[in-house]
């Protein structure tokens, strides 16, 4: 008999579903998934990495892979040392991390597909040997999205150039904002006007393109209606943020302000950090254009901006506590060390720290022993009272004098010292602009929040200069 009409292209009235995928090639199985606008063929460049990466997570499957998945997509966190380690240590061609590095949406959609088809194998494996009773098939095993953790070496932000365009990097900031939570389409159902047929189209990096033509024999329509509702449509969680550079202290550079990126957060990404966060963000870097809706004129401009496609968000702060956020911004040498030996064996240590505080500013040691112990801080502890409501143990501080007394130096010495320090001008900023300030993107038209002085030096030290004005 004739196949029933609306069976094709996922069409309406489509209700049976098989238990099991028919038997299939198995280097075949969720090619479709990971590349749909690509055939399965004997010559596709990256099938024999697919099979070399394949042992390894084959090998890593009690403690790499998801256990228990209840959604259709789950991440896997794929620690960039072990298995460059595991592939490129030995090897007189190491292809791994370079691959990685330049071709990293390729790449990672391998090592989904490779995990993929391990956890396929390993369905296979338990409903052969009577430990399930559900045939392996698309439905049971999830989409597996691959995410970098510990990738090496860290990009500065002054490094973003047009020549890391397409390329993996690491890069460390503080996030100063973060938009709303979207819905992203990353595949649209089209309905036919004409015969009600409906297809299911990709769209790349979030661009609206419906389809041109019909897929059905003998119909012409080229009007189509999408359907946002069809089983087929895929939309996932989409989030904006900022990311802005630590300025330590041998990368500061007079006159300029500290850079920013945009960086794109998409699945579970999203609702990972909030303003003055301190993230290590792995992603691929890439292009958007500059139209924001206000030139209106200006529409066939060459002038694109650089963004980061996040891949992994590695939060200082959620990762180990809070006060990890300010200490993980300084690193300490063997050098160091002998030096803080040195200042342990003097006699009177407190003298040397109040005379090492801005050491251009003679005298006032009351004040720089003031500003010593508020660099230090206090022990924070708790109300005598069964609910346990902690007391801020750490001091502030408010210099008061005449002027050219050398005020504003002293500040900006404390805020340089620390090592999560931000130093604003009181006569230049509101009260509102000190905590949280409401911004409007100018290209889609949402509000943001973006964090001020107060929010950034969060665990660190905060100076205003001019306070009364």
């Known amino acids: 008999p004739a196949a029933p009409e609306g069976d ?61 998945h209840f959604d259709n997509e789950v991440s896997v966190h794929v620690n960039f040392e072990d298995i460059v380690r595991h592939f490129d240590e030995g090897s007189e061609a190491p292809w791994l991390a370079a ?10 959609r391998c090592m989904g597909l490779a995990i993929y088809q391990v956890l396929y194998e390993i369905q296979t494996e338990e409903f052969e040997g ?25 990009t500065p932000l002054r490094m973003l150039k047009s020549n890391l365009i397409g390329k993996f990097v690491s890069v460390k900031g503080t996030v100063v904002r973060v938009g709303l939570v979207k819905p992203y389409v990353k595949k649209m159902t089209f309905i036919c006007l004409k015969c009600s047929a409906g297809q299911c189209v990709n769209l790349p990096d979030g661009k609206y393109l419906p389809p041109s033509y019909c897929v059905t024999a003998g119909c012409r329509g080229k009007v189509f209606m999408p359907d946002r509702s069809a ?10 943020i ?28 999203v609702d990972s950090c909030v303003p003055g966060d301190v993230v290590i963000l792995n992603g691929e870097v890439k292009v958007m254009s500059t139209d924001d809706g206000t030139n209106f004129n200006k529409k066939d401009q060459a002038m694109f901006l650089l963004y980061l496609l996040a891949n992994t968000v590695s939060n200082a702060r959620k990762a180990g506590g809070i006060d990890d956020g300010s200490k993980d911004a300084m690193e300490f040498s063997i050098r160091d060390l002998y030096a803080i030996q ?21 005298g006032h040691e009351l004040v720089k022993a003031g500003l010593a112990m508020a660099l230090f801080g206090g ?7 069964k609910n346990r409501i902690p007391v801020r143990g750490d001091p502030h501080l408010l210099i008061v004098g005449d002027p050219g007394l050398g005020k504003s130096q002293m500040l900006q010495a404390v805020s340089a010292i620390a090592p999560r320090g931000v130093y604003v001008c009181g006569n230049t900023t509101t009260t509102a602009g000190l905590t949280v300030t409401l911004h ?5 038209g949402d509000f943001a929040l973006e964090a001020g002085a107060l929010v950034l030096g969060d665990q660190g030290c905060c100076c205003i200069d001019e306070f009364d004005k």
């Open 379 to 385: 022990c924070q502890r708790y109300a005598s009272d």
């Open 342 to 362: 040195k200042i342990q064996e003097e006699p009177d240590i407190l003298r040397t720290i109040v005379n090492s505080i801005c050491p251009a500013i003679y």
């Open 440 to 444: 409007k993107d100018g290209a889609s």
């Open 242 to 269: 900022r990311v802005q550079e630590q300025m330590l202290d041998d990368q500061r550079e007079s006159g300029r302000i500290p850079r920013t990126v945009e960086c794109e957060l998409v699945g579970d990404l």
């Open 99 to 108: 691959d990685i590095r330049d071709h990293p949406a390729l790449v990672l």
């Open 8 to 68: 094709l292209f996922g069409r309406v009235g489509v209700t049976a579903v098989p238990l099991a995928d028919p038997p299939i090639e198995p280097r075949c199985i969720g090619w479709p998934l990971y590349f749909p606008d690509d055939d399965f063929s004997e010559e596709f460049p990256y099938l024999g990495r697919i099979n070399q990466i394949k042992p390894y997570f084959r090998i890593q499957a009690h403690t790499l892979l998801p256990k228990d």
């Open 130 to 154: 009577g430990g399930t009773p559900i045939p392996p098939s698309s439905a049971s095993v999830p989409f597996v999205t691959v995410r970098i953790v510990n990738y090496k070496p860290l």
């Open 231 to 240: 089983s087929t449509t895929v939309t996932v969680d989409y989030q904006t």
